[in-house]
């Protein structure tokens, strides 16, 4: 029995296993590719790895995604203030999902959907101001991973919006990363964004591309250019596998986070969001930064969805 097998809810076809934890904010804790036998997503051995460094395992959903500074975010004459959570500094970091209990709505082999607790609806919706539903689908349809999640606003008043997911890709392989055309942010001391750079020399990360994961710390965000194809694809550098993983993440999504904080971390972050860290405090425009509202009685959708080819 894996770890923490009494928290799971398991998907299965000949293409995938993927293990879900409702319990702990509908995190997807395990992705197998089967054919490969190559375990994509790092994992805890227990409750207490988990709780010690609650981002960094499987794939915390993130709502509002990234960093806010000062944990205020402000639209109109309408004032958010978020817990300050951020060890960076004193900004609010990731929202109210990402280790909150989600109930199983319906359930299959191949599917699963999920919604909020009532006590994680209830944080949620007091945190935001407004009375939103969330609903979270994953399902394996032959060789892809679909991720979808669907908020809808059943307010009064509009809300800010931005989504992502925290995916802890594995080292256990030593993947080279090829980025979607884009363009990376220049980031201040406080890891959030200034400006689009000139061009990728001005990041020193993204210098050499494709890049080599295991040569590689950052924590840098990256706005992709190509709208009908943003897609990160991860290749195995071994002469004896042609095993490469491709992460879609369509339109809302158009922005990147990149992390891996030393050397010695055996996991690298590719994290998609709707919009990039602060966006809602950062004077540009919107079609840049991704800062957008949920307006009242409206809704969004976001896909994600994984496939792998080779063996």
């Known amino acids: 029995m894996r770890p923490m097998q009494e928290h799971v809810v398991r998907l299965q076809n000949p293409f ?12 997807i804790g395990r992705i197998l590719h089967r054919p490969s036998g190559q375990e994509l997503l790092r994992w805890p051995e227990n409750l207490t790895s988990l709780s010690r460094e609650p981002y960094i395992f499987g794939m915390p ?18 004032l958010w ?14 929202g109210f999902l990402w280790n909150r209990p989600f109930n199983v709505k319906d359930y299959s082999l191949t599917h699963v959907v ?6 994680t609806e209830d944080l949620l919706n007091r945190q935001m101001h407004q009375p939103l539903e969330i609903t979270i ?3 394996l349809i032959d060789s892809r991973i679909e991720m979808r999640a669907r908020f809808v606003n059943h307010g009064t008043r509009p809300v800010p919006f931005g989504f992502g997911y925290h995916v802890n890709i594995s080292l256990k392989t030593p993947w080279e990363v090829f980025l979607p055309g884009g363009m990376p942010w220049v980031m201040g001391k406080d ?3 200034r400006h689009l750079a000139q061009d990728e020399s001005q990041v020193a990360e993204l210098k050499a591309l494709p890049f080599s994961v295991r040569n590689l710390t950052c924590d840098l965000c990256y706005l992709s250019c190509t709208e009908d194809d943003n897609t990160i694809k991860l290749i195995s ?21 990149l992390y891996r904080p030393n050397l010695d971390a055996d996991f ?3 994290e998609p969001y709707t919009w990039v860290h602060n966006a809602p405090n950062l004077a540009m425009d919107p079609r840049i930064t991704g800062m957008r509202l949920l307006d009242a009685q409206d809704s969004i959708e976001t896909q994600l969805s994984w496939t792998c080819d080779g063996n």
């Not at 995938?16 to 995190?27: F, K, Q």
């Not at 999920?114 to 006590?119: E, G, M, V, W």
């Not at 550098?237 to 986070?257: E, K």
């Open 81 to 94: 203030e978020w817990p300050r959570n951020d060890p960076a500094g004193p900004n609010h970091l990731h």
């Open 268 to 270: 690298f972050s590719i």
């Open 16 to 27: 995938w296993t993927v293990d879900v934890w409702p319990n702990l904010g509908a995190n």
């Open 114 to 119: 999920l919604q909020p607790a009532k006590i």
């Open 61 to 78: 959903l993130l709502f509002p995604a990234g960093r806010i500074e000062g944990g205020v975010c402000r639209v109109g004459r309408e």
């Open 191 to 193: 890891l959030m964004p």
């Open 137 to 139: 689908y994953y399902r």
């Open 237 to 257: 550098p071994d002469d004896d596998s042609d095993l490469q993983v491709s992460i879609s993440a369509p339109v809302p999504f158009r922005h990147w986070v």
